[in-house]
């Protein structure tokens, strides 16, 4: 039986609801919901049996084999089997047999993260794993004909086919799995929650293998947010991580263990820490009986084409490029200074909760007529003024951020009583749109009355001109009293096996799988 209890470690999704394009600039910031969907990786040591002694210990002078076996019980091709080889001191990872492509994702992940635990510790003993990878079903577009499929639902198809939601899920992926096997190498007994250097340490590792694996360094909010949950976002800048992408696709082979973590570590390398060069992250949440409902649209956007044209005409048009972005700069932080408004407002006054009950039955188009709901309405102007220069943006730049056929629906959705407004989440363009909406107290609304967000699921569920799914109540994001990032907007959690609904029955499908 395994010696230590399993490590898992879950991280959420994300919504950048404010910021697309402008926080790739450490000039901007970028407004970044977590959602309650999550990312889990359970570690387990691999039981011992006699069919597999022989397949790790010393194989000659100075070498050693680990077996790493890593599953996505999700997917009809999530099953991946790597070899640690440790060689003159120094861990390397080889794919040595997959059923499907190879995924640069996961063997990055190992790679790395072996490195950077065994610089902490040069004494660990690195035993054969057996790795179990899953994703919460709103990550992925499920089937309509299956209204309440079990956690961690079989997708029923490969990697490459699926269709995902937009919640970023390889960032989710890559955090929970490196941070996962980081714990199991350097902590795997510990019951307390990672200290802040360590939590750093592991974002930066994340955000390291992210960028390795897309082959380029992004914005990072995505890895950020898996990281930290709800926040405000200030990009890093890109010398932190060094010369480390730079070289050939296989130059993270040649990189020793103590020169990764002399990088990636906020206490070797002052870069992570420096006011001039590190992220800055600070708290964001939404206001109390607010509610952030997100809906799957099954067309697809190439993100990365849409950001190099963005960028291109940023280039080429700096004065059309720097007014918009200012604009949009201004617009985005009165988003944030709003919600702090309503989020004052909700402290301690009762009068705060009937103005919800009140404006849920009225468009918002009709709330300026209310004295009592000027901070509601400045919320829906500016939410309008953004995606207004976010389409003057993307006409600018021939890149359809906020297409026609999205603007008619969200146009449409913001029609609806008791809905604040609505957007394109990130860069835009067809994958996904979320949808603000107030949320009265429950005990001041009919049971015979449709709330808010009923409205809005039954409008989706019904457009007939694109097909549009909404997430489940799982994937939504509902305002928090105190605002602190606790609750379903929370960060990385070091999770226990048996307190997550289907995770220990998707583990044991695993090792059924396995010992077939």
């Not at 930290?228 to 010398?239: A, E, I, P, T």
């Not at 420096?274 to 939404?286: M, W």
């Not at 985005?332 to 702090?340: P, Y």
């Amino acid at each position: 039986m395994p010696t230590v209890d399993p490590v898992v470690v879950s991280c959420p999704g994300k919504v950048l609801i404010a910021g697309g394009y402008l926080v790739l600039d450490r000039s901007h910031q970028g407004f970044v919901i977590s959602t309650p969907s999550r990312f889990y990786t359970v570690v387990q040591e691999e039981e011992t049996s006699s069919a597999h002694t022989t397949s790790s210990g010393v194989t000659g002078e100075g070498e050693k084999r680990v077996k790493l076996s890593v599953r996505s019980p999700q997917f009809d091709d999530g099953l991946w089997e790597y070899e640690a080889l440790k060689r003159d001191g120094e861990w390397m990872i080889d794919q040595v047999d997959s059923q499907g492509s190879a995924n640069p994702f996961v063997r990055l992940s190992l790679q790395a993260t072996l490195k950077v635990a065994t610089a902490i510790n040069p004494e660990v003993e690195v035993k054969d794993l057996l790795i179990t990878i899953v994703g919460s079903n709103d990550f992925y577009s499920q089937s309509r004909d299956d209204l309440t499929p079990i956690p961690f639902a079989p997708l029923n198809c490969t990697i490459k086919n699926v269709h995902k939601t937009g919640l970023g899920s390889s960032a989710a992926m890559v955090t929970s799995l490196t941070s996962s096997l980081f714990l199991h190498w350097t902590s795997p007994q510990s019951s307390s929650d990672p200290s802040p250097e360590t939590v750093q340490l592991m974002h930066n590792l994340a955000q390291y293998v992210h960028s390795l694996a897309q082959g380029k360094i992004g914005s990072g909010f995505d890895v950020s947010a898996a990281v930290y949950g709800s926040q405000v976002y200030k990009r890093f800048d890109v010398k932190c991580l060094g010369d480390l992408l730079e070289g050939d696709k296989n130059a993270e082979n040649k990189i020793s263990s103590q020169s990764l973590l002399s990088v990636l570590s906020p206490s070797l390398n002052p870069l992570w820490t420096s006011p001039s060069s590190s992220a800055n992250v600070s708290p964001f949440s939404l206001p109390p009986h607010l509610t952030l409902l997100l809906a799957d649209v099954d067309a697809g956007s190439n993100t990365p084409s849409m950001v190099g044209k963005v960028m291109a005409w940023k280039k080429a048009q700096p004065e059309e490029s720097e007014r918009v972005w200012g604009e949009l700069s201004r617009a985005n932080e009165e988003l944030r200074e709003v919600f702090e408004e309503l989020r004052r407002e909700s402290e301690g006054n009762g009068e705060y909760g009937k103005r919800v009950e009140e404006l849920s039955r009225v468009k918002a188009e009709e709330w300026s007529s209310s004295s009592s709901s000027t901070s509601f309405s400045k919320a829906t102007t500016t939410i309008l003024r953004i995606r207004k220069l976010m389409r003057e943006m993307g006409e600018a730049s021939s890149v359809p951020i906020e297409p026609p056929s999205q603007t008619k629906l969200l146009d449409a959705v913001s029609e609806i009583e008791g809905v604040v407004g609505a957007g394109v989440p990130g860069a835009g363009g067809f994958d996904a749109i979320w949808v603000l909406c107030l949320t009265p107290p429950s005990s001041s609304t009919s049971t015979a009355e449709s709330t808010p967000l009923e409205k809005v699921e039954r409008l989706l569920k019904s457009w007939t001109e694109m097909s549009v799914r909404p997430l489940s109540q799982n994937a939504w994001t509902r305002g928090t009293e105190s605002g602190d990032g606790e609750g379903s907007e929370r960060g990385l959690v070091r999770e226990k096996l048996g307190e997550v609904e289907g995770l220990r029955e998707a583990v044991e499908r695993v090792k059924a799988q396995t010992r077939k």
